[in-house]
């Protein structure tokens, strides 16, 4: 196995390792820990993929990803937490033990249904990409899974990010990467929108002096 392989299958399971761990950590830094590792792996699979279809205009997309995603979102949830007081344990409607089970369980559905698809049907596309493409439609679906189960906002928002992570990965996957303007614009929007809901959840914890989205449910207009 080539060093370039290794590298490709190291990636990846640090990817899938870390999302499975943002679906089950219930700790606030465990979980940004997590998050950080899988969007480290995926700026690695995008180096990965730039070697092996010289594509060089993927390197400054795998920087924008490790800086944006795995230095600059977390750094900003972070600060928020800790400058609104928010408790560090997070709350989900699944046990530790359960969350395992049913991550495992969604993940490999994602990849049931990603091996379906015309794409790998047809055996179109080469070594990452065929690996890789399954592997980001369980990560989507992780995602989304995540942020209906989770009751609390950093949570939810965390969920919103592994989600995109996927969309990210299914992006290199299938397409081999966009445009570099599409690409830092894509990032600079998911910057943006985690200060947004950052904001938002900071408003919650002054408002309820809980992140928990079940008081939200007593609003009416």
Do not use: C
Not at 16 to 41: E, H, N, Q
Not at 77 to 103: D, T
Request: proline letters at 4%; hydrophobic letters at 55%; aromatic letters at 8%.
């Amino acid at each position: 196995m080539t060093t370039p392989t290794l590298f490709t299958m190291l990636m990846l399971g640090l990817f899938i390792a870390g999302t499975l761990a943002s679906f089950t950590l219930m700790r606030l830094p465990s979980l940004l820990r997590s998050y950080t590792f899988s969007s480290v792996a995926l700026g690695g699979l995008a180096l990965a993929l730039a070697y092996e279809k010289s594509a060089m205009h993927l390197i400054p997309v795998a920087v924008a990803v490790v800086a944006i995603k795995a230095l600059l979102v977390p750094f900003v949830i972070r600060n928020m937490a800790e400058h609104s007081g928010a408790s560090l344990r997070l709350s989900s409607s699944l046990r530790p033990s359960a969350s395992w089970f049913v991550g495992g369980l969604v993940f490999t559905l994602g990849i049931f249904l990603a091996l379906r698809s015309p794409l790998i049907l047809a055996g179109e596309g080469i070594g990452q990409i065929l690996v890789l493409l399954p592997i980001s439609v369980g990560v989507i679906l992780v995602g989304l899974v995540m942020m209906i189960l989770r009751r609390d906002l950093l949570s939810q928002l965390i969920g919103f990010l592994v989600l995109e992570n996927g969309i990210a990965a299914f992006s290199l996957s299938a397409l081999g990467g966009i445009p570099v303007a599409i690409e830092f614009g894509v990032y600079s929007a998911v910057l943006i929108g985690a200060i947004l809901m950052a904001t938002l959840s900071h408003r919650v914890q002054a408002l309820f002096g809980t992140h928990d989205t079940t008081h939200l449910n007593e609003l009416t207009d």
